[in-house]
């Protein structure tokens, strides 16, 4: 397998894990798998995506956020980009502020992910980012990082790994969408998990063991 997406997704998110599985679904090619853990909120986020991880067949890894969305070349994209087998494929991200939290309501801001940047940070309103969970790393690399904490789990992650990574294939545009709204998020959300309902994934999907049914 060369490449595992991984989506740690909510009971809440029905409706939002569906609309990413379609997108998905229409893009999927030989030697890439959709890994889903489907949970109803027993556990931190940061022990979900670990547990990903370690249950992935890819060599590489990266997570979908399940309420974001990607670019409509994103898999052939990274399939291009992993013919070199860096340990990183960067890109672009666009970051829509929903609620606007960071600053005017329904703003786009950038963002850069990529090994050139040194830490995170925020410059001339632009985000820019080293390793991201949501990039394609070599997975042997992502298992050397540490998941932990209930809340910037990917930033604690992304510092304990950077070190390990050394080599990158940069993609200088889009391919990833990010919809900030705090309002949506799982935390705010007044929600029953006891009746959600698992959905059916499509095909080249499987869902993690742990997934609750």
């Not at 027993?42 to 547990?51: N, V």
């Not at 309420?67 to 994209?77: C, E, N, Q």
């Not at 949506?184 to 994934?201: E, F, I």
Request: hydrophobic share 40%; charged share 30%.
């Amino acid at each position: 397998m060369r490449w595992s997406i991984l989506i740690a997704s909510h009971c809440s998110r029905v409706e939002s894990l569906s609309r990413l599985a379609d997108s998905l679904a229409s893009q999927l090619q030989p030697g890439v798998e959709v890994l889903v853990l489907w949970n109803r909120g027993r556990l931190s986020i940061a022990e979900y995506r670990e547990a990903l991880v370690s249950d992935a067949r890819g060599e590489w890894v990266s997570h979908v956020d399940d309420d974001d969305r990607v670019a409509k070349d994103f898999v052939s994209s990274i399939l291009g980009a992993l013919e070199s087998e860096p340990d990183y494929v960067g890109f672009e991200v666009e970051v829509l502020d929903i609620a606007g939290a960071i600053g005017r309501k329904d703003r786009k801001w950038r963002a850069v992910h990529s090994l050139k940047t040194k830490q995170w940070h925020q410059k001339d309103n632009v985000f820019y980012r080293h390793v991201s969970h949501l990039n394609p790393l070599r997975r042997d690399l992502a298992l050397q990082g540490v998941w932990s904490g209930p809340y910037s789990e990917d930033h604690r992650w992304a510092d304990s790994v950077i070190a390990h990574v050394k080599t990158e294939v940069f993609i200088p545009r889009t391919l990833y969408f990010y919809d900030f709204n705090q309002a949506a998020s799982v935390r705010s959300q007044k929600h029953d998990p006891r009746k959600a309902l698992r959905p059916v994934l499509p095909d080249g999907f499987r869902y993690h063991p742990d997934s609750e049914d």
